[in-house]
C-alpha cells in the first residue's frame, strides 16, 4: 500500500510502493466530460496539480498519442489500434460498460507515458460519470505478464483516517487491516460509500497486456475449449485458459437464467405463461422447445397427486422452434395429448424428476420415440439432434416437461446446460404453478359465483327480462352483488337487485343466505315493505358484521302497476315507452339491511306497455373520485336509447359507463321490459263452496279455451281444474274460490282458496282417493306450484302452448 505524505504533494514519495500493489491515479468525470475528482495519484502520474485539473476537460489533460504495442512488436505507435482510442472514446462519452486497456500520454512536460487505464461508468444520483483509474506500466514489466488488479493507494489527509481503517475490522471481523484501510481509502478519497465488497473477487475488467500476442492466446484457448467441449482434462500448460474459459461460461449461463426470469411469469394467465417459457429458452439455449403439462394442470384443476405413470396423459402445450415455418406442426401439434411408455426418456424424466442428457439421438432411439406417434414419422426432425429433457416441477410434484433440441451442427447438450436447464426449469415450475393456483382459484370463484347467481328464463309473464353481472378485480372477484326475478301468484313477477358491501367469500355468502331468504318470502306473496322488514330482522339474527342495499319491486302484468320498496339501494331507473324519456324514480330511500329498526315504505306506480325498468348495482355507476350523480346521469341517458333487444339495450348501458373486466367492484344490472297483460287475455271465476262447482268450472275452462283457438287442450286443463276446484272447495272455509285463466307465452291456470295449509304431492295407490288430484296435475302439467298468499293459498299450474 503506498502511503503518501505532505512531501508527496510536491512530487516526492517518501515510502516505496507496497510489492504487489501499484499506485493509482484516481479521476472522475462529470457529465459534461470536465474532470470532478483529481487525485494526488493523478498529480504524481501526470504532473498536473489538483487545483489545475479541477473543471477542465478530460480529454485535455489526458491527450492519447496512440496505444501501447505488444511486447516485442516493432510495429509504430501511430499504427496501432489497440485500447488507446477506447480511452478517448470513453472519457468524451461512449462507454456504457466497463472497460479497460493501455494507451501512450504525452505528459505536461512533453514526455510519454506508458499507462495502463481502467474506465468504469458510475450510476449516482449526483453529475459524476465515469471513474478513470490509471497506473504507470513501466515498472510492470518486469512482473512477466501477470494480469494486475488496482489497488488504491491511501493519499488523504482526512483526520481520523487511521484510526477507523484500525476499527473497521472491529465491525467486520472476516476484514484485515489492509482491507480495511483500502476502504477507508475509497470512501474518504472518492466520498462514494462501498456497497458490496469481495475480497476474491476480480475487477470487472482487466488490461490485457503481456508477453503473449493476441494469435497465441486465441489458439491456447481454442484448445481449452476443445478439451472442455469434450469432457477432457485441460492440459497442464492450458490450465489458465480452462479456468477462465469455465468462469466465462457459467457467467454466461447465469446471465442466461438471469434473463430468463425476467422473461417469464409477467402473467399469471396460464396460457400466456406457458408461451414465455417455450419462448424464453429459444434461440438462445436450443432451437426446438416442446412443453408437455399433465391434464390437471392444463384444465386449471387441483394439485395433480401421486407420481406420473405410463397411463398419465400429457397436453403438448407449446412447440417453439427455429426451423421453416410449419415443419412441426402437423407432426406434433399443439394441444395433442398422449402417455409415454416405460423405455423412453420422457418417462424417465417425469418419475424421477431429474433432467435427463441425450447428446446425440441414435437412430435406434429416434425409431423408439417415433413408435409413440403412430402414423406420423418423426425421426427426420429429431435423429442426429442432441437432446435435453428438463421436469417442470413444483412442491416435489412434476407437473410437467420440456424437451429441448438443438440442430446437429450445434455443439450438444453438457453438463452445464444440464445444470443450467434443470434451474431453468425449476424456475418454470413455479412461475407455471403459481399460473395454475391463480386459474384454479379463478375457476372456483367463477363456478361459485355462477352457483349463486339465478338462472332466470328471457320471458316471464308480462315481460322479457334481460341481465347481467361482470365480476370486479381479484378482491372482488367473488361478490356480494345479485339479481333475482321471482314468479308470484296472478302472473305477477318480482325483481330484485341487491348488494352486500364488501367482496371476498363471507360477503358472497351473506348474499346466498339473503337471496335465499328474499325467494322464500317473496314465494309468500309478502308486500315489499314488509318483506324487507322481514329481511333486516333476518340480517341482524345473522350478525351485525355485514350490511346489504336491496331494490324490490312486483309487477302486476294485469293491471300495468309496480309495486316498490328501497332499503338504502340506488333508485330504479323507468324508460317511459310512448316517448322515449327516462327517469329516476323517486322512492323513499329507507337504511341498508342490518341496521336495523328502521321502517320501510313502499310506492305503487302505473306503467304502460312497452316500459322499462332498469335496476343496477352501484358498481355500473359508481367511480372513484367523480360523483355518482354522474353516473346516475349516465345511466338514464345510455337506458333511453333505442335497442334492437334487450340484450342489445343492456350491452349499450355497459358501453356507456365504461364498464371493462377488472373494476374493483362488480356488477348486477338487471332490465326488464313490462309487456303487460291484455284484459281480453285473462279469464276469471268466483265459485262457491259447492262440490257441484267442479262441473261448472270444467265447463267454463272449456268454453274460453275454445274462444282463445286452443280447444288442443281443452281435455288436460278440464281434468286438472276439475281436481284443483273440488280440494279448494273440500278445503276452504268462507271464502269463494277463485279460477284464473291468463294466455301467455304459456297458459296459466289458478285457483286460490282461504285455506293456510298447503298441499302435498303423496304417494297414492291405485284405490287410493287421496292424493289422486295432485299426481295429476303432477303428470299433465308442464310445471306446477303451490304459493301461500295473505288471504290463504294458490295452487297453480301451466300448459305450453300448441304451435300454431
Not at 177 to 195: C, D, K, N, T
Not at 211 to 222: F, I, N, P, T
Not at 425 to 450: I, K, S, W
Not at 525 to 543: F, S
Amino acid at each position: 500500500m503506498d502511503r503518501g505524505t505532505d512531501k508527496a504533494e510536491q512530487g516526492t514519495a517518501t515510502e516505496p510502493d507496497e510489492p504487489g500493489r501499484v499506485p493509482l491515479a484516481v479521476v472522475v468525470v462529470d457529465r459534461d466530460g470536465l474532470v470532478s475528482h483529481w487525485s494526488r495519484g493523478a498529480r504524481r502520474l501526470f504532473g498536473v496539480p489538483k487545483d489545475e485539473a479541477i473543471g477542465r476537460t478530460a480529454l485535455d489533460l489526458l491527450p492519447v498519442s496512440g496505444a501501447l504495442p505488444e511486447e516485442e512488436d516493432t510495429t509504430p505507435y501511430a499504427a496501432c489500434d489497440g485500447l488507446g482510442p477506447d480511452l478517448e472514446s470513453s472519457l468524451d462519452g461512449g462507454l456504457s460498460y466497463p472497460a479497460a486497456g493501455r494507451a501512450r500520454l504525452t505528459a505536461s512536460g512533453g514526455g510519454r507515458v506508458d499507462i495502463l487505464w481502467w474506465a468504469y461508468p458510475l450510476v449516482t444520483p449526483g453529475p459524476e460519470r465515469l471513474l478513470v483509474l490509471a497506473a504507470d506500466a513501466e515498472g510492470l514489466r518486469a512482473d512477466d505478464g501477470e494480469r494486475i488488479a488496482p489497488g488504491l493507494a491511501l493519499h488523504t489527509d482526512f483526520p481520523g483516517a487511521e484510526d477507523l481503517a484500525r476499527r473497521l475490522p472491529e465491525i467486520l471481523p472476516s476484514m484485515s487491516v489492509g482491507e480495511s484501510a483500502r476502504i477507508v481509502a475509497q470512501v474518504l478519497e472518492l466520498g462514494y460509500p462501498i456497497l458490496e465488497f469481495s475480497q476474491n473477487d476480480r475487477v470487472p475488467v482487466t488490461p490485457d497486456w503481456g508477453v503473449a500476442r493476441r494469435a497465441e492466446r486465441k489458439a491456447r484457448r481454442e484448445r481449452a475449449a476443445r478439451a472442455l467441449a469434450a469432457g477432457e482434462p485441460v492440459p497442464e500448460d492450458l490450465r489458465d485458459e480452462g479456468e477462465d474459459l469455465e468462469y466465462a461460461a457459467v457467467r454466461e449461463h447465469l446471465e442466461f437464467l438471469n434473463e430468463v426470469s425476467g422473461r417469464i411469469g409477467t402473467s399469471l394467465d396460464l396460457s400466456r405463461t406457458i408461451i414465455e417459457v417455450s419462448k424464453a429458452v429459444v434461440p438462445r439455449f436450443t432451437d426446438v422447445a416442446g412443453t408437455y403439462l399433465r391434464e390437471q394442470v392444463v384444465a386449471g384443476e387441483g394439485f395433480p397427486d401421486g407420481v406420473p405413470d405410463t397411463t398419465t396423459m400429457w397436453h403438448r402445450v407449446a412447440v417453439e422452434h427455429t426451423d421453416e415455418p410449419g415443419r412441426w406442426d402437423d407432426v406434433v401439434p399443439v394441444g395433442e395429448a398422449m402417455p409415454f411408455p416405460a423405455h423412453t426418456p420422457f418417462f424417465q424424466c417425469m418419475t424421477t424428476g431429474e433432467p435427463v442428457l441425450v447428446p446425440r439421438i441414435s437412430e435406434e432411439l429416434g425409431h423408439a420415440i417415433a413408435a409413440q406417434f403412430e402414423k406420423r414419422d418423426i425421426r427426420p426432425l429429431i435423429t442426429g439432434r442432441s437432446m435435453l429433457v428438463v421436469p417442470l416441477k413444483a412442491r416435489h410434484v412434476v407437473l410437467g416437461f420440456m424437451i429441448l433440441l438443438r440442430h446437429p451442427e450445434r455443439p450438444v447438450f453438457n453438463d452445464m446446460d444440464r445444470v443450467t436447464g434443470a434451474e431453468l426449469a425449476a424456475r418454470a415450475g413455479l412461475v407455471l404453478d403459481n399460473a395454475r393456483m391463480y386459474t384454479f382459484q379463478e375457476n372456483v370463484a367463477e363456478t361459485l359465483q355462477d352457483s349463486m347467481l339465478p338462472h332466470i328464463p328471457p320471458r316471464m309473464a308480462g315481460c322479457d327480462i334481460a341481465t347481467r353481472y361482470l365480476p370486479g378485480t381479484l378482491l372482488g372477484r367473488v361478490g356480494g352483488d345479485w339479481f333475482d326475478a321471482v314468479k308470484l301468484p296472478g302472473g305477477r313477477t318480482a325483481f330484485v337487485v341487491g348488494d352486500v358491501m364488501g367482496h371476498g367469500l363471507n360477503s358472497a355468502a351473506m348474499m346466498g343466505q339473503l337471496r335465499t331468504a328474499v325467494q322464500t318470502m317473496a314465494g309468500l306473496d309478502l308486500p315489499p315493505a314488509q318483506l324487507l322488514r322481514n329481511l333486516d330482522d333476518l340480517a341482524q339474527r345473522l350478525g351485525d358484521t355485514y350490511l346489504a342495499t336491496c331494490l324490490y319491486a312486483v309487477y302486476d302484468p294485469i293491471a300495468s302497476e309496480l309495486h316498490l320498496a328501497n332499503a338504502g339501494h340506488i333508485p330504479p331507473v323507468l324508460v317511459r315507452a310512448d316517448d322515449g324519456r327516462s327517469e329516476l324514480l323517486d322512492l323513499p330511500t329507507g337504511a341498508p339491511i342490518g341496521v336495523g329498526g328502521v321502517p320501510f315504505e313502499a310506492i305503487r306506480m302505473r306503467v304502460e306497455p312497452g316500459d322499462r325498468l332498469v335496476m343496477c348495482t352501484d358498481g355500473l355507476v359508481e367511480v372513484r373520485g367523480e360523483d355518482i350523480g354522474v353516473g346516475l346521469a349516465t345511466l338514464c341517458e345510455s337506458a333511453a336509447h333505442p335497442a334492437a333487444s334487450m340484450d342489445d339495450a343492456c350491452d349499450t348501458i355497459i358501453r356507456a359507463l365504461n364498464i371493462q373486466g377488472g373494476r374493483k367492484d362488480d356488477v348486477a344490472l338487471l332490465m326488464a321490459r313490462l309487456n303487460g297483460i291484455e284484459p281480453d287475455d285473462v279469464a276469471e271465476w268466483r265459485l262457491a263452496l259447492d262440490p257441484a262447482e267442479a262441473g261448472r268450472a270444467r265447463a267454463a275452462v272449456r268454453e274460453q279455451l275454445h274462444d282463445w283457438g286452443l280447444a288442443k287442450l281443452a281435455g288436460s286443463a278440464e281434468l286438472m281444474v276439475s281436481e284443483l276446484v273440488t280440494n279448494a272447495v273440500r278445503h276452504s272455509h268462507t271464502r269463494p274460490v277463485e279460477l284464473r285463466l291468463v294466455r301467455g307465452d304459456t297458459l296459466l291456470c289458478e285457483v286460490d282458496d282461504d285455506d293456510h295449509e298447503l298441499p302435498t304431492l303423496l304417494s297414492s295407490g291405485s284405490l287410493d282417493d287421496a292424493g289422486r288430484g295432485l299426481r295429476v296435475v303432477s303428470t299433465l302439467s308442464r310445471e306446477w306450484g303451490t304459493s301461500r298468499t295473505k288471504a290463504g293459498k294458490t295452487v297453480w299450474f301451466e300448459l305450453t302452448l300448441p304451435r300454431r
